[in-house]
């Protein structure tokens, strides 16, 4: 029997781990702060991309085995700032079954006065509220509030060991990717949904068709295809898209390519 649960994982995780080991290759070999500095910008990109799988394994656990799966939680949290569960409360228990209400949605992307926000606004906004309003979803969900207490705890437990160790590559390596991980992550989901106010899950996001976009984020792109049937595993988006294209409005459509659709 195979570790994975899908086999369409096994690519993505032995590239995402193989990013993970040169970050603690960097960690032991670079102390030079320009190198650094160099290391931890030239691999925003990377880590922003991994933080569209760390999206998936949240939605649908990558391995068989919780223990596994939790293994993966820390390398995802190191990465891209994201600790253990806190996009399940936040995303899968919250997002999703909030994002057609602007008033309840944990990434809304509307202001209090009930304007659209600017993208920076938005992305700040979400970045410094995640972990409070995954927190608050949590007071529903006890059991997934508990593994993102605990698995919190261990990615600051490891993280500070980290920065007893070797404090300058660690800020680098560690601690400032996954701010900016973070911010990365919600700068890109503004291109979802903001501006479409509406009432029904074929009219609510952009799908981003651009076949770079959809094979370096799992398909992402397919965006009302994952709220329509959020379990589904991302190498099932494509089909399920095709089945339910005629219900998607021809505007919500985007056919522009990685970078243009990222700064949309």
Same mark, same amino acid.
């Given at each position: 029997?195979?570790?994975?649960?899908?086999?369409?994982?096994?690519?993505?995780?032995?590239?995402?781990?193989?990013?993970?080991?040169?970050?603690?290759?960097?960690?032991?070999?670079?102390?030079?702060?320009? $190198?650094? %500095? +160099?290391?931890? @910008?030239?691999?925003?990109?990377?880590?922003? #991309?991994? *933080?569209?799988?760390?999206?998936?394994?949240?939605?649908?656990?990558?391995?068989?085995?919780?223990?596994?799966?939790?293994?993966?939680?820390?390398?995802?949290?190191?990465?891209?700032?994201?600790?253990?569960?806190?996009?399940?409360?936040?995303?899968?228990?919250?997002?999703?079954?909030?994002?057609?209400?602007?008033?309840?949605?944990?990434?809304?992307?509307?202001?209090?006065?009930?304007?659209?926000?600017?993208?920076?606004?938005?992305?700040?906004?979400?970045?410094?509220?995640?972990?409070?309003?995954?927190?608050?979803?949590?007071?529903?969900?006890?059991?997934?509030?508990?593994?993102?207490?605990?698995?919190?705890?261990?990615?600051? $437990?490891? %993280? +500070?060991?980290? @920065?007893?160790?070797?404090?300058?590559?660690? #800020?680098? *390596?560690?601690?400032?990717?996954?701010?900016?991980?973070?911010?990365?992550?919600?700068?890109?989901?503004?291109?979802?949904?903001?501006?479409?106010?509406?009432?029904?899950?074929?009219?609510?996001?952009?799908?981003?068709?651009?076949?770079?976009?959809?094979?370096?984020?799992?398909?992402?792109?397919?965006?009302?295809?994952?709220?329509?049937?959020?379990?589904?595993?991302?190498?099932?988006?494509?089909?399920?898209?095709?089945?339910?294209?005629?219900?998607?409005?021809?505007?919500?459509?985007?056919?522009?390519?990685?970078?243009?659709?990222?700064?949309?």
């Amino acid at each position: 029997m195979t570790l994975f649960k899908y086999r369409e994982d096994r690519i993505p995780v032995l590239i995402i781990s193989l990013f993970f080991a040169l970050d603690i290759f960097a960690y032991f070999l670079l102390h030079n702060i320009w $190198l650094l %500095l +160099a290391y931890w @910008l030239i691999m925003i990109w990377p880590k922003g #991309i991994i *933080c569209a799988w760390n999206h998936h394994h949240q939605h649908s656990p990558t391995f068989r085995y919780t223990f596994l799966n939790s293994l993966l939680d820390q390398v995802y949290a190191l990465q891209t700032g994201a600790t253990s569960k806190l996009w399940v409360l936040h995303h899968v228990l919250g997002h999703h079954h909030h994002y057609l209400d602007q008033s309840k949605d944990e990434s809304r992307w509307k202001n209090k006065n009930g304007k659209t926000m600017g993208r920076t606004r938005y992305s700040l906004d979400v970045m410094l509220t995640a972990y409070y309003r995954a927190f608050q979803v949590g007071k529903k969900h006890p059991r997934p509030l508990k593994t993102f207490l605990i698995g919190s705890m261990v990615t600051l $437990l490891m %993280l +500070a060991i980290l @920065l007893w160790y070797h404090p300058l590559p660690a #800020i680098f *390596c560690f601690v400032l990717p996954m701010i900016s991980s973070l911010f990365f992550t919600a700068w890109v989901t503004y291109a979802h949904h903001a501006g479409l106010d509406v009432d029904n899950d074929f009219e609510a996001s952009y799908n981003i068709m651009s076949p770079i976009y959809n094979m370096l984020t799992g398909n992402l792109g397919y965006h009302t295809a994952h709220h329509h049937k959020q379990g589904l595993h991302w190498s099932r988006l494509p089909a399920l898209h095709e089945k339910i294209r005629d219900r998607i409005p021809e505007r919500l459509f985007l056919t522009e390519h990685l970078g243009s659709s990222l700064l949309r």
